[in-house]
């Protein structure tokens, strides 16, 4: 048995194309459990799942404070056996994924964390200059091209797609509540935080590279605004992730290497270069780096005065 667990806001336009496909997974050994946290949604989420999860081995709960990590640190009470799948709303597995994942974990005992295969669900054609300049992975959460099945950095494993031992739970690991899809410019990162918290505490990661979802993309998540904004989100997770990395000796200002301001003056005057040049791509780099660069000044500067020791937000993950 092993439990398949996700949280949703707002996924009434997903999620009956994720529940179709729920009917068609082939059941691992011991079978499977799904439990859906309803995250404060306010739309036709609840009478989604209430009509199409019918006949599923369903279970929702409901979640009325906004936050993806709260949410599934709740959603942990409910899981059953010994493997919890993490994925999303917008995450469409292929008929084989769980037996994948099952077959993966029990030949490897010596690793708790395992990640699969993500690809794109595009709504349609892919705009040539998205792969030409949008960092897919961080963007789209979509795995590199061809990555094979073995060893890998937690920093690889991915939301849409992860697997933790039930052991790792038991030993009192939960998700930051600071960290991950809430309301306004959250920090991005939640699972990679938290993989990685348990990469520095010895637990190993395996990808299985036969598991695979595809990752439902959104017309808006096509635009050159929406991608420009979620880089201020990745600079927020970046400004938690290397703050203990930052050498003693290195000058700071309100939290933040100095060099980093210098580098934001030098993505201005490319952006001015850019635009009198008429030239979309340094233009669109330029964007991405300053509102990069601009979250991750404000985490330094918001760690910074909370104290060195303690997450943004005061919520700390164990």
């Known amino acids: 048995m092993l439990t398949v667990l996700l949280a949703t806001h707002n996924g009434a336009a997903t999620l009956p194309k994720v529940l179709a496909a729920y009917r068609t997974l082939q059941p691992p050994p011991g ?5 859906v ?20 081995p369903l279970q929702v709960l409901h979640c009325p404070q906004r936050g993806k990590n709260r949410a599934l640190n709740q959603g942990l009470a409910a899981v059953q056996g010994d493997l919890v799948v993490l994925t999303d709303d917008d995450a469409v597995p292929q008929p084989d994924w769980l037996c994948q994942l099952s077959a993966a974990v029990s030949v490897q005992p010596g690793h708790d964390l395992f990640g699969g ?20 992975g ?11 099945s073995g060893p890998v950095a937690a920093a690889r494993l991915w939301g849409p797609n992860m697997a933790v031992r039930r052991r790792v739970f038991d030993a009192g690991h939960r998700f930051n509540e600071a960290i991950g899809p809430a309301a306004g410019q959250y920090i991005m990162g939640s699972e990679t935080e938290f993989s990685g918290r348990l990469e520095r505490a010895g637990y190993r990661s395996w990808f299985v590279a036969e ?15 929406w991608i420009i904004q979620r880089a201020y989100r990745l600079g927020r997770h970046m400004a938690l992730d290397e703050w203990d990395l930052i050498p003693a000796s290195a000058p700071r200002w309100r939290g933040a290497p100095r060099w980093k301001y210098r580098e934001l003056a030098q993505r201005h005057l490319a952006k001015w270069v850019a635009t009198l040049r008429r030239d979309f791509d340094r233009r669109f780099k330029a964007d991405c780096d300053i509102e990069y660069l601009r979250g991750y000044l404000f985490e330094a500067a918001r760690r910074q005065s909370a104290g060195a020791g303690s997450p943004p937000g005061g919520a700390q993950g164990s």
């Open 138 to 148: 961080a963007t789209y959460a979509i795995t590199p091209e061809g990555a094979p």
């Open 37 to 56: 946290v309803d995250n404060a949604s306010n739309d036709a989420t609840a009478s989604v799942l209430r009509k199409l999860g019918t006949g599923l």
């Open 117 to 136: 295969t993500i690809l794109p669900d595009w709504p349609g054609p892919c705009p040539a200059w998205i792969p030409r300049l949008v960092n897919m």
């Open 31 to 35: 079978g499977y459990h799904v439990v």
């Open 211 to 225: 598991a695979v979802v595809r990752h439902i993309i959104r017309s808006q998540q096509m635009e050159p605004e």
